[in-house]
């Protein structure tokens, strides 16, 4: 018989439910016990909502307050020295000051470094390890809910981070040394770890190293077979899960490490599987993640069982199913859709209908129940619905795409004939400082645009409403002195959303919620055809916006490989044709903002890096096409057309080339929370256009005093030419505070004045 499992579940609720209590309790409107019921709830409801889907072994620990690799670094007792923890257990406050800086108890802290969770757009929190890093357990929270799943009759499959890839993710600090020189020290906890499991009756342990889809260094890849022959605990089967890639160089070791069982990427890595059944031991349980974890789209459930009968008659028992990696990356339910496009929602499965594809295919293969026909029928029907729609393909487009010329994604001048041209057009100040784009979206603001998509509100009551949020934004920059000044884009629900509501060839979920970090959660556009503009998207508002200020208004753009990498995208054609179809949309939002006045364009490419293949010999081809759909949407305007982009926690590093083919005149980065530590890849590379390095962290409530950001600026100086230097916030502030918001904007001002009065030179000297 196939047995069934689970990587992942979604944690934060069909309807956010965790991100609605999480922010209650940082605002004091909960209290802790009334958090912490939320989060039993929805554990529990999670479990039986995979076990009704005929999943077998559950995922326990897969539920997080903050995020995972941060739960483990609690457990671990890694706590960086600031967040003054003793010993004993981490208390949920001190968690959440390591996530964001700041709880209801307990003095503010600079909050732990956030960056991409491989190539997703998940973010988790980088675990900071010193030369003398101990490792003591200090939590209880795994057990404690391992506990709560057995007692209600689930078959539990806890799930943690391998110490391999714990230890890969993190960073050192407080001096250069080799992370693998901690692994003597970690061992030991991690086998106490498996030992209590063990205790509390647990037969099955997932165990994640996905650093296993990478290029690894050859003394990462010898700790393996060390590592993996340490840990076993008797009485204990251990899963190794591997995911968001091929194994390639790697996968014969993954084959030989003694551990029970191997999960593999059957999406990502399907070419590799009749290796992996010649290496893999006999005794050993083969887990193929069968359905996308990363993508919304129906299996073809044909296809698939057409494939893995021969692999079950061959494998017997020891063949597992599951997704190829964790839920976390899909939203929790299609049955909430009722509004969605009934033919592209035909098309679809949220994580519920992929763990009910996985029964189906058990069903199938096990001939349990003539019922699994009927799923099938459907399936069947679906896929085909979906090959020939006609709504997919649209020549226009097509034909647009196939006469892009090299000159298209050219700037007419250098940057250094262009700044000239800019400067003198804009008069700015040295070290000029600017936002990101958005301002906090108040309750009012989201009131208004939901009355207004409901049909309570007329197109004129609308923007009216506005408009008068933009008359007083203006009035708020202008007040405290900013130089180049944003709309602060009350209008728009989402980065991504507002623009893939106007574009054809997407649609959108009403629920189709998916977590970011922490309590923040996006719901990605679904690409799901061809991508074109119809009218204008941003112009009326940017126009309004630079009529009512002498300053610099910048029209702002989410760029084409953002929004690539933030939505659904179709698997039907190369992702870069895609990019390159939303690239030319948005040249004609370009062109018609710099048509209106428009003076400075910022076009954000947040995700850029994100989108890299997990193996730098790939990387290649990938940059090529995402660099030129940046520049082909942004070089159709002249020279005096200043073209900013913005770029967040990204390492940059192995990039810097891509970055500066980019040709942007001004890009701005995320850079407090590592504490300028980015800007030397800008430093080493000889980065030639000017830098506007984050010096106030938005992902946390504590507000940048003057001193902080003279401090972050003058590392900065060290690094980057005065001449080429912009002050501004790392992100936009769409969520946070205005009380915060007003008193941080003040201060990162005041330091731009005294730093300005140091240097005592104007910029175009």
């Known amino acids: 018989m196939t047995t069934t499992h689970n990587l992942g579940f979604p944690r934060i609720g069909a309807k956010r439910e965790l991100k609605k209590a999480l922010e209650a309790y940082w605002k004091q409107e909960i209290a802790q016990p009334a958090l912490l019921t939320v989060g039993r709830e929805l554990r529990q409801r999670h479990w039986q909502q995979q076990a009704d889907a005929g999943i077998e072994w559950l995922p326990v620990g897969d539920f997080s307050w903050y995020d995972q690799v941060l739960d483990l670094s609690c457990l671990l007792g890694v706590v960086p020295e600031r967040f003054n923890h003793s010993e004993g257990p981490v208390s949920l406050d001190t968690y959440f000051r390591m996530a964001r800086g700041r709880a209801p108890t307990g003095e503010p802290s600079a909050a732990c470094e956030m960056t991409k969770w491989f190539d997703t757009n998940y973010h988790y929190q980088v675990p900071e390890f010193s030369s003398q890093q101990g490792f003591e357990l200090s939590s209880d929270k795994l057990f404690n809910e391992v506990d709560e799943a057995i007692q209600l009759g689930h078959k539990t499959k806890p799930v943690i981070l391998g110490p391999l890839s714990y230890l890969w993710l993190g960073k050192t600090k407080g001096g250069d040394f080799n992370k693998l020189d901690l692994i003597d020290k970690l061992l030991p906890a991690y086998g106490e770890i498996l030992n209590r499991l063990q205790s509390q009756g647990v037969e099955w342990l997932q165990i994640d190293e996905p650093i296993l889809a990478l290029e690894l260094p050859i003394e990462w890849q010898q700790a393996f077979e060390s590592v993996y022959t340490r840990l076993p605990v008797k009485g204990l089967k251990t899963m190794l899960a591997v995911y968001f890639g091929p194994l390639k160089e790697n996968l014969k070791l993954a084959c030989s490490l003694p551990t029970d069982a191997l999960h593999i990427d059957a999406v990502r890595g399907a070419d590799e599987i009749d290796t992996v059944l010649s290496w893999l031991p006999i005794y050993k349980t083969l887990s ?22 021969p692999l079950q008659q061959r494998l017997g028992d020891r063949l597992w199913l599951a997704p190829s990696c964790s839920l976390l990356h899909v939203p929790v339910d299609l049955e909430q859709e009722q509004q969605l496009d009934s033919e592209v929602r035909n098309w679809l499965a949220f994580a519920v209908q992929k763990l009910n594809e996985l029964n189906t295919i058990k069903q199938s293969l096990d001939n349990i129940d003539e019922g699994d026909e009927q799923a099938l029928l459907i399936s069947r ?385």
């Open 381 to 765: 029907q679906a896929v085909e619905s979906r090959r020939t729609s006609t709504r997919i393909h649209k020549p226009n487009v097509k034909q647009r795409c196939h006469n892009i010329t090299a000159a298209m994604a050219e700037r007419k001048s250098t940057f250094e004939v262009r700044i000239q041209k800019q400067q003198a057009r804009l008069k700015l100040p040295l070290l000029p400082t600017t936002t990101i784009g958005s301002f906090p979206q108040t309750q009012e603001i989201r009131l208004a645009r939901k009355q207004y998509k409901s049909g309570q509100l007329s197109e004129a009551e609308y923007q009216i409403l506005m408009r008068k949020e933009i008359d007083e934004v203006i009035k708020k920059q202008e007040k405290i002195g900013i130089d180049v000044l944003v709309h602060g884009e009350p209008e728009r629900n989402d980065m991504v959303e507002y623009f893939g509501e106007q574009l054809e060839g997407f649609v959108f979920s009403q629920f189709g919620w998916v977590q970011s970090y922490g309590s923040r959660c996006v719901k990605p556009p679904i690409i799901y055809g061809d991508v074109s503009r119809e009218k204008p998207m941003t112009v009326a508002w940017s126009r309004y916006a630079q009529s009512k200020t002498e300053k610099p208004m910048k029209g702002m753009l989410t760029g084409p490989v953002t929004i690539l990498n933030w939505s659904f995208v179709r698997d039907d054609q190369p992702r870069a044709i895609t990019c390159q179809q939303i690239a030319l949309a948005l040249r004609d939002e370009v062109c018609d903002l710099e048509a209106a006045g428009i003076a400075i364009i910022q076009i954000d490419e947040a995700a850029l890096r994100e989108g890299l293949p997990l193996r730098t010999r790939e990387w290649e081809k990938y940059l090529a096409w995402s660099v030129n759909a940046f520049k082909i949407t942004a070089s159709g305007v002249k020279d005096e057309t200043q073209i900013h982009t913005h770029m967040c926690y990204s390492a940059f590093n192995d990039i810097m080339p891509a970055i500066a083919a980019m040709d942007a005149d001004v890009i701005t980065i995320e850079t407090s929370r590592s504490d300028m530590e980015l800007l030397e890849a800008f430093e080493e590379f000889s980065y030639p256009n000017d830098i506007g390095p984050g010096v106030y962290d938005i992902h946390s409530p504590n507000v940048p005093a003057v001193e902080s950001i003279t401090s972050l600026m003058n590392k900065a100086l060290v690094h980057i030419p005065v001449e080429r230097l912009w002050i501004n916030p790392d992100c936009g502030l769409k969520t946070r505070g205005w009380p915060e918001v007003n008193t941080a904007l003040v201060n990162m001002v005041c330091a731009a004045v005294f730093l300005r009065s140091r240097y005592k030179r104007s910029r175009a000297s």
């Open 288 to 309: 193929l993640g069968i359905i996308d974890g990363r993508n919304i789209w129906r299996s073809d459930l044909d296809a698939l069982l057409e494939w893995l009968q």
